[in-house]
Antibody, heavy 126, light 109 residues
Framework: EVQLVESGGGLVQPGRSLRLSCTAS????????MSWVRQAPGKGLEWVGF??????????EYAASVKGRFTISRDDSKSIAYLQMNSLKTEDTAVYYC?????????????????WGQGTLVTVSS | DIQMTQSPSSVSASVGDRVTITCRAS??????LAWYQQKPGKAPKLLIY???SLQSGVPSRFSGSGSGTDFTLTISSLQPEDFATYYC???????????FGGGTKVEIK
């Protein structure tokens, strides 16, 4: 059974940092692109970024709203994806979901998110 | 960026009704479109990918159609468990960003 479990959320002050983890099981983690998607309270879904599988360089892409502040990485030996969030702003307050891309082939894959974690809440407030 | 516009933003319907939700892309996206269902406090669930392919385990009353800029999600006979919010998403990662529609809330009439 495919499972994605996020951890690391919590309350953090503006300008500080936080690292989220996504622990995967039930599939060959290294074969898939992994994405982060967030949802502010009462709002819609916003794609944050994704990391390619090592077969395609393990490189990353980001939304403009987080580029330069957030970094996605992966440890395929542990089946974990990370989201390092620096210089946090109040508008980063959201539930953060880790997702798997259904088709992860190619440098620019079609990303249909077939599995989602339960989400972890990040609250940025003083 | 490709903008995804859903309509309506909410719809009231009864059990057994046929419900149609539309999603329009600001530029052509071929068939690179997904539909998700989200219930309160839960993660979204993939229903349809590649505009019209039914994700494994999803009931056949859900169907998707369209290509280019105009897409439709249809629920042929609404069931009590279908009351939720539905999102479309353009899935072509080049160029970023991937984008979601604003959501359509399906409520009980």
């Amino acid at each position: 059974e495919v499972q994605l479990v996020e951890s690391g959320g919590g309350l953090v002050q503006p300008g500080r940092s936080l690292r989220l983890s996504c622990t995967a099981s039930g599939f060959t983690f290294g074969d898939y692109a992994m994405s982060w998607v967030r949802q502010a309270p009462g709002k819609g879904l916003e794609w944050v970024g994704f990391i390619r599988s090592k077969a395609y360089g393990g490189t990353t892409e980001y939304a403009a709203s987080v580029k330069g502040r957030f970094t996605i990485s992966r440890d395929d030996s542990k089946s974990i994806a990370y989201l390092q969030m620096n210089s946090l702003k109040t508008e980063d307050t959201a539930v953060y979901y880790c997702t798997r891309g259904r088709y992860s082939y190619g440098y620019w894959p079609e990303l249909y998110f077939d599995y989602w974690g339960q989400g972890t809440l990040v609250t940025v407030s003083s | 960026d490709i903008q995804m516009t859903q309509s309506p933003s909410s719809v009231s319907a009864s059990v057994g009704d046929r419900v149609t939700i539309t999603c329009r892309a600001s530029q052509g996206i071929s068939s690179w479109l997904a539909w998700y269902q989200q219930k309160p406090g839960k993660a979204p669930k993939l229903l349809i990918y590649a505009a019209s392919s039914l994700q494994s385990g999803v009931p056949s009353r859900f169907s998707g159609s369209g290509s280019g800029t105009d897409f439709t999600l249809t629920i042929s006979s609404l069931q009590p468990e279908d009351f939720a919010t539905y999102y479309c998403q353009q899935a072509n990662s080049f160029p970023p960003p991937l984008t979601f529609g604003g959501g359509t809330k399906v409520e009980i009439k």
